[in-house]
């Protein structure tokens, strides 16, 4: 408990700190104050998160005499500085983004921190601190199955408590089309039927409205959201809403790819890519472009193909799916938008600086080493160890293993670029890391929860901190205080120190 005790409890890791004398004690009479009216939103996101986390009202100061002091400086470096005194919080940062981070350390503090008499008595620490990745995400994969928006908003709530900034969301795949569009309505309503355990379930999907509210609620914990409309494989939903867009599949995976050749096709995404686009504030739509091959066998025989490739010189069917991108890349970009893919694509000929690629084919690091060697920034989320749809431990078996392999939290916590030998002049390049959760056997919140906690926050540290500040055993200590904010959320979490009392929640599709 030592450790525990000089250092503070706050994940992600601080990069520097320094223990000062004394408390200070946040009671329902404390004040909160800024002179920046840019800062009212941060100043409200606290005030409502300290009641909810701990049933205290603290009201808005007046003057910069108040108990917590928020303050914009231009001067300061990225990240935030936090100074917790006996009399006052003073937390400064060059952005908004700082502040907010700052505000979320001291709500861990507060959380981690002994109540007495109606008085939360916080150490009084001294904290620079930035992020290490710009780039901190989560993916979750909505179209195998569905878990609606009251799930969304809760996984937005606690990435905002671990600094997480970036929320992929997969809502288009072969089981089923979650995301409303006006001009094609049967793709919500028809494609949205089915899961990836019942294909005759009532069709689930996000209204326009639903999608507005949820991208509001992930701006205001700093989050941004950036959707997935996956092409030209994984097209089965959309295929059996429009077939007249369908490339057809293969026997395993039937109407699985868009039609590559019809002009219809390129005029139809793009609708679809103009409403999904005005939709987000990012700027950036995910447009898949893996797996293609799995289901592309009907591009073999299709004369339109065939003729494609001749007149465009398409050797191969793998240079008719980087036609397929570049095709739908120009759309984008014609809408100021940044076009993101997996790591299929490092050859297609994408415009560097318009394309951000993943790198998640931890079998294959030839690939990461061509996706650099295009000089294509890229986000790193390697199936071992990011993917959370991997057990964590070996008698799991409802989740998945690659060779044997899974995807304990050491290894999450331990994940870092320099363990892949990227090279100094190359790791610019790299903007950051991200967790995926797809959901093939992940059918309720009790496996949702037990596959993402406590995972989540060894990502988020490892995404936050330098190497040299990590240290894993260092990290169970503080996260042993995160394990009661589960408790007290009602998640079903994996309990790294107890295994055996959280056993691995049953997959029955």
């Known amino acids: 408990m030592a450790i525990a005790q ?38 409200y996101y606290f005030q409502t998160e300290l009641l909810r986390r701990k049933g205290m009202t603290i009201s808005r100061g ?7 002091l928020l303050q914009l400086d231009p001067n300061q470096t990225e990240g935030y500085s936090l100074q917790i005194q006996p009399n006052q919080i003073i937390i400064s940062a060059a952005k908004e983004e700082g502040i907010f981070h700052g505000l979320i350390s001291v709500l861990q503090l507060a959380e981690a921190s002994a109540v007495e008499e109606g008085k939360i008595n916080i150490l009084c620490w001294t904290l620079q601190d930035a992020a290490l990745f710009g780039w901190r995400g ?17 996984l937005l709530d606690w990435m905002a408590f671990y600094k997480l900034n970036t929320f992929h969301w997969h809502l288009t795949d072969a089981p089923g089309w979650r995301i409303e569009i006006k001009e094609y309505p049967r793709l919500a309503l028809v494609g949205g039927i089915g899961n990836q355990s019942n294909p005759n379930l009532d069709s689930e999907y996000y209204s326009q409205e639903d999608i507005k509210e949820i991208v509001r609620y992930a701006a205001e914990r700093k989050i941004t959201i950036i959707p997935e409309i996956d092409m030209p494989g994984h097209a089965t939903a959309a295929n059996m809403a429009y077939p007249e867009y369908s490339g057809g599949g293969s026997e395993k995976y039937p109407e699985f790819t868009f039609h590559p050749a019809k002009e219809g096709t390129y005029q139809y995404l793009t609708t679809i890519l103009k409403e999904v686009n005005s939709l987000f504030t990012s700027g950036m739509i995910h447009l898949g472009g893996d797996e293609v091959s799995f289901g592309n066998e009907g591009w073999k025989s299709d004369p339109e193909v065939k003729s494609l490739m001749q007149r465009e010189s398409l050797p191969n069917l793998k240079a008719v799916e980087n036609y397929f991108m570049q095709r739908m890349a120009d759309s984008l970009f014609a809408m100021n938008s940044t076009l993101l893919a997996w790591d299929e694509m490092a050859d297609a000929g994408l415009p560097s600086d318009k394309t951000l690629l993943m790198w998640w084919r931890h079998d294959q690091p030839k690939q990461l080493q061509l996706v650099l060697d295009n000089n294509i920034p890229t986000i790193l989320c390697p199936r071992i160890p990011l993917y959370f749809d991997f057990v964590q431990q070996e008698q799991d078996q409802y989740g998945r293993k690659w060779a044997g392999a899974f995807s304990p939290l050491e290894q999450v916590y331990a994940f870092s670029m320099e363990k892949l030998g990227i090279a100094k002049s190359q790791q610019h390049l790299i903007k950051g890391l991200q967790a995926n959760l797809w959901t093939e056997t992940v059918h309720n919140e009790e496996r949702l929860d037990y596959l993402t906690f406590p995972r989540i926050a060894a990502m988020a540290e490892a995404a936050w901190t330098a190497v040299p500040q990590r240290n894993y055993e260092e990290f169970l200590i503080r ?3 995160h394990t009661l904010l589960y408790e007290r959320a009602d998640l079903y979490y994996f309990d790294p120190k107890d295994p055996a009392s959280t056993p691995e929640p049953v997959f029955k599709p």
Do not use: C
């Not at 320094?18 to 100043?43: K, M, R, V, Y």
């Not at 007046?62 to 917590?68: A, E, P, T, V």
């Not at 989560?138 to 809760?154: A, I």
């Open 138 to 154: 989560y993916m979750l994969d909505e179209s195998r199955h569905f878990f609606g928006k009251e799930t969304v908003k809760k």
């Open 62 to 68: 007046k003057d910069s005499q108040s108990d917590i």
């Open 6 to 43: 000089i250092q503070p409890q706050i994940i992600p890791f601080p990069a520097s700190f320094e223990l000062n004398n004394g408390t200070f004690s946040l009671t329902d009479a404390s004040t909160i104050f800024t002179t920046d009216e840019a800062l009212t939103d941060e100043l």
């Open 479 to 481: 996260l042993s205080g």
